[in-house]
């Protein structure tokens, strides 16, 4: 089956830029969303279709997709961005759809 | 915007089953899919499997095929989701969330989460 990996966690100091991964193979070919959970709620799409922000979704945060990686950005984090992230595939050989393993963002 | 609000908290035995329903509030369905997605108490989103209401066709995750089973009424824009085999595994807050897709796109997105349904399985 199709795995998407994540780092477990990545911390930042508040207004800088986070970075996060969701490596899979050959990931640039597949369409990757993103998603913010925070916690006692249910999670929030923050970029979709690799690099749109759907309506709400601040303009803090972009995305990007290629080879075997797809990256989630965070530009100057706010101490409201502290979340789960996860990232989403649709795996089309199997019909199935594909969570990462998820990135807990902490706001130093 | 349509809200999914899902039925109230279960307790099983392991062994048992369990269905947890979702109905559209505020809206319908429409064309769109509705999939099911659990997450056990401090761990990730697991995607179970999805149905689309139009025309009943439903996918399932591998790891639950002959396990779970989700169904939909689109007349009263309600879907339900049926886990059998109860183990303490499956103890986790289920969720029945709405795909979405934009206008060109071959694939969907999830961007209405329900209201969440906790499943505890405990003897």
């Known amino acids: 089956s199709y795995v998407l990996t994540q780092p477990p966690s990545v911390s930042v100091a508040p207004g800088q830029t986070a970075r996060l991964t969701c490596g899979g193979n050959?990931?640039?070919?597949?369409?990757v969303h993103w998603f913010q959970q925070k916690p006692g709620q249910a999670p929030v799409l923050v970029i979709y279709y690799d690099s749109d922000r759907p309506s709400g979704s601040p303009d803090r945060f972009s995305g990007s997709n290629s080879g075997n990686t797809a990256t989630l950005t965070i530009s100057r984090v706010e101490a409201g961005d502290e979340a789960d992230y996860f990232c989403q595939v649709w795996e089309s050989s199997s019909d199935e759809f594909v969570f990462g393993t998820g990135t807990k963002v902490t706001v130093l | 915007q349509v809200q999914l609000v899902q039925s109230g908290a279960e307790v099983k035995k392991p062994g048992s089953s369990v269905k947890v329903s979702c109905k559209a509030s505020?809206?319908?369905?429409?064309?769109?899919?509705l999939s099911w997605v659990r997450q056990a108490p401090g761990q990730g989103l697991e995607w179970m499997g999805r149905i689309v209401p139009l025309t009943d066709v439903t996918n399932y995750a591998q790891k639950f095929q002959g396990r779970v089973t989700i169904i939909a009424d689109k007349f009263t824009d309600t879907a339900h989701m049926e886990l059998s085999s109860l183990r303490s595994e499956d103890s986790a807050l289920y969720y029945c969330v709405r795909e979405g897709v934009r206008l060109g796109e071959l694939y969907t997105y999830m961007d209405v989460w329900g209201t969440g349904t906790t499943v505890t399985v405990s003897s």
């Open positions: 050959n990931i640039g070919s597949k369409t």
């Open positions: 505020g809206g319908t369905f429409n064309n769109s899919a």
